[in-house]
């Protein structure tokens, strides 16, 4: 439980700049273990709805930072 809270703060501090920037807010972000995989899912939103550019916009942007 603590690798999974640690991962979301420290997942959190990158991300949120990064929607403020877009106008986007985020949803919902978790950080599961399903079998013996982990998953990143971060969920967001803004006003109209969310788009797929959205998505990849975000995701790409994540990815180089995460990595």
Known sequence: M?????T??????IVEP???EKALE???LEFVK???NWYLR???DKEG???IEDCESVSRILEKKLD
């Open 18 to 20: 990064i929607l403020a």
């Open 2 to 6: 603590a690798k999974e809270k640690n």
């Open 49 to 51: 709805g969310v788009t």
């Open 34 to 36: 399903e079998g013996p």
């Open 8 to 13: 979301e703060t420290k997942v959190l501090a």
């Open 26 to 28: 985020l949803a919902d």
């Open 42 to 44: 971060i969920y967001i």
